[in-house]
């Protein structure tokens, strides 16, 4: 069966290539599926892309949100038919032999497939609220308002929170707009612990959701952080970065720099599958997202910036890595 897939060959390097994928036996618990639609996971992928993330390794096909197509389907897998359209972490590939176990669900009928593998970003980043303590009525600044960013902000808001909104790209924050924040900062402009001084009647945020991943960043806006409020490190950090740490742990430790609390919000701490003595899976948050979704709780049109053929594939990492104004939400579409 030919098979095409988008290939990191090298560095900087996008390839596609026409593959061979043998069949010899589908699995009990595996199914063989056609791409309708997958996604870009912009930092992940751009990371991945760069040659600096050890787990990768290359030549490889990136990518892990998909909405497909079972084909053939294992005997195991009896609630799934050929025919049946799922989401799955699967990659930028036409076909795919993939589990059935864990995130392998069918994707809901009343929801644009466009829609589907949206999924994945918003489960990473429903981790950012699961191990926070938001509550009704809670001021919240979201650093990095990209997809995830995005996703985090809004589920934030459906939390109860008042949400601010900090980027560089004026096409982020504007997105950031109709998606429904509460104010969108412009990192560049003024004095930004100044303004959410203000938005907060001068007591800062109870939670900061530091979806950048730049050390930087999240380091340089403690100081709009309330006494006993959090950070909440939801983008993986990367690079180096030297600062003075006994200064950041300050803010921790001492009671006139906050007292606050660090946090992890890596989306792997949960389960994958539902587990009777743990609330939260992956599962569990993908299932509560397509409930968002079909209710339109959770907005996902904006979001879409491109729906590219999967022979593009090399403007559309140039396009992310260079272009962010225009580049943000990019689907291949597989058809």
């Known amino acids: 069966m030919q098979n095409k897939q988008i290939v990191f060959a090298a560095p900087w390097q996008v390839e596609v290539h026409d593959a061979t ?42 990518g892990y949100a998909s909405v497909s197509e079972i084909i053939e389907v294992g005997n195991g897998a009896r609630q799934f038919s050929p025919g049946d359209l799922v989401f799955h972490y699967g990659d930028h ?29 918003a489960t990473v980043a429903f981790t950012s609220t699961r191990v926070s303590q938001i509550e009704l009525g809670d001021n919240v600044v979201v650093t990095g308002l990209g997809l995830i960013g995005n996703m985090a902000s809004q589920l934030a808001k459906l939390q109860g929170a008042n949400v601010f909104g900090i980027d560089l790209s004026n096409q982020r924050l504007k997105m950031a707009e109709t998606t429904g924040i509460d ?78 609390a660090f946090k992890g919000a890596h989306e792997w701490r949960y389960p994958v599958e539902k587990d009777s003595f743990v609330k939260h899976s992956l599962v569990r948050n993908s299932q509560i ?47």
């Open 183 to 260: 104010a969108a900062l412009h990192a560049g402009r003024g004095d930004i612990r100044e303004e959410v001084m203000r938005l907060t009647k001068g007591e800062g945020v109870s939670v900061l959701i530091e979806a950048t991943g730049v050390p930087k960043v999240a380091v340089d806006n403690l100081p709009l952080i309330a006494k006993f409020g959090e950070l909440i490190l939801l983008g993986s950090p990367r690079g180096q970065y030297q600062t003075n740490v006994t200064e950041m742990l300050n803010y921790v430790h001492l009671i006139n720099y906050g007292s606050i």
């Open 93 to 121: 590939s036409t076909y795919q032999i993939v589990p059935t176990t864990g995130v392998f669900l069918k994707a809901p009928q009343n929801v644009p497939l466009t829609w589907v593998p949206f999924t994945r970003m």
């Open 289 to 335: 997202v397509f409930d968002l979704m079909a209710k339109n709780k959770l907005s996902i049109e904006p979001l879409i910036s491109h729906i590219l053929k999967p022979e593009e594939a090399a403007s559309a990492y140039e396009g992310l890595r260079n272009d962010k104004e225009h580049y943000y939400g990019v689907l291949f579409d597989w058809s």
């Open 21 to 62: 994928l043998f069949i010899s036996r589908i699995g009990d618990h595996e199914a063989l599926v056609k791409k309708r639609y997958t996604l870009i996971s912009p930092g992940t992928e751009l990371a991945c892309l760069s040659g600096n993330e050890g787990w990768f390794g290359m030549p490889g096909v990136p």
